[in-house]
């Protein structure tokens, strides 16, 4: 059986630590779906379809990893899928309480969720962050994205 995990994120705009992550997780799980969120609350930047586009152009042909747009509850979602683990990145102790919060409420709704916090490679430990706030002034650097 195939361990499949499922990494979530509105991924607006794909960074390299984003396709870091999906790098490392591979040699956790033998498949991993990047399940890219249509969330009505938030006025992203790029379309859904822009999101996966480019994040499947970011990381190429990999029969591995699947890339797809997803608009329900994220348990549902990986029961779907048979995920058993969920991936989530902390770029710094600030992330932890947030993403410790969600994951013990994830584990509530479906205890067969195993989530697995993963730290960028040290090169993007800030960079998602940073893109964030400087796209949102504007100014996208090359490289970075």
Do not use: W
Request: aromatic share 8%; charged share 30%; proline share 3%.
């Amino acid at each position: 059986m195939k361990r499949i995990a499922v990494y979530p994120g509105t991924f607006d705009p794909v960074t390299n630590g984003h396709v870091d992550l999906v790098e490392r997780s591979l040699r956790l799980f033998d498949k991993v779906i990047v399940a890219i969120a249509a969330n009505p609350k938030k006025e992203p930047l790029f379309s859904l379809q822009e999101r996966i586009d480019m994040f499947r152009k970011a990381i190429g042909r990999r029969g591995n990893v699947m890339i797809e747009g997803f608009d329900c509850l994220l348990v549902d979602y990986m029961k779907e899928k048979k995920a058993v683990g969920l991936i989530r990145g902390l770029r710094a102790v600030s992330d932890f309480e947030y993403e410790m919060q969600m994951a013990l409420m994830n584990r509530r709704l479906d205890e067969d969720i195993e989530t697995v916090f993963l730290m960028p490679s040290e090169e993007y430990s800030f960079l998602l962050h940073h893109v964030n706030d400087r796209e949102r002034g504007g100014e996208l650097r090359r490289g970075c994205v």
